[in-house]
């Protein structure tokens, strides 16, 4: 079944930084989203992006179909954005497959 | 605009005890609707989905149900709960048309524990 594989598991930030997250994933995406995850668990969608290029805020996320990866950049981070993101995509059915995260701090 | 609401927003359970967690979309008619679970530490999965009235699919077995008893509710629930229930429920909606390209959005989330 898909699997989806994210990168890194944790990164840790000075205020300002830019950060790469990544996601891989071992079947055609559908539907590919980016959430954040808050540390009381609730989830915010950030992007629908199943193929190209998308921009919102100080987001960006690049999907490349053929090679089945993802990637979400977040510009000038911000101590609020410390949390968990999320990549998740379905196939052929509604069942959004979720990966593991990537767990961002921001320093001040 | 559509909103989603969830209750209750935690619960402690005690094993072996009952479970109804409920789930409503407002602002939106015929929704597909679905419920996730993420133990402490551990992925989002997907349990069950529903794509109308009365119609649900089980996803994954934890010896959990589903119903959904009306267009805008979805309830989860359980006669016995076990200690591996504890975790974070989530409810989400994604429109009827697009498939499985349709964007799903979440409410904020129940969280069970069981001791």
């Known amino acids: 079944g898909q699997q989806v594989q994210q990168s890194p598991s944790s990164l840790v930030l000075q205020e300002g930084e830019n950060a790469e997250l990544q996601c891989n994933f071992s079947?055609?995406?559908?539907?590919l989203q980016w959430f954040y995850q808050s540390p009381g668990g609730s989830l915010v969608s950030l992007l629908s992006?199943?193929?190209g290029t998308k921009h919102t805020g100080r987001l960006t996320s690049t999907t490349v179909t053929k090679e089945r990866r993802s990637s979400l950049h977040i510009s000038s981070s911000q101590t609020t954005d410390s949390g968990t993101y999320l990549c998740a995509l379905t196939g052929n059915t509604r069942k959004l497959i979720f990966g593991l995260g990537t767990t961002l701090q921001v320093q001040p | 605009a559509q909103t989603i609401h969830q209750w209750p927003v935690a619960e402690i359970k005690a094993v072996g005890s009952p479970l109804s967690l409920g789930c409503t979309i407002k602002g939106k008619s015929s929704p597909n609707l679905y419920w996730y679970w993420q133990a402490t530490g551990g992925t989002l999965q997907q349990l069950f989905y529903s794509i109308t009235v009365g119609q649900v699919e089980s996803v994954v077995q934890l010896n959990l149900s589903a119903s959904r008893p009306k267009d805008d509710q979805f309830i989860l629930s359980t006669e016995k709960l076990l200690l591996s229930h504890s975790g974070f429920y989530l409810c989400a909606w994604s429109s009827r048309t697009g498939g499985a390209r349709a964007e799903q959005f979440f409410g904020p989330g129940t969280r069970l524990t069981v001791l």
């Open positions: 079947s055609t995406a559908t539907q």
């Open positions: 992006n199943p193929s």
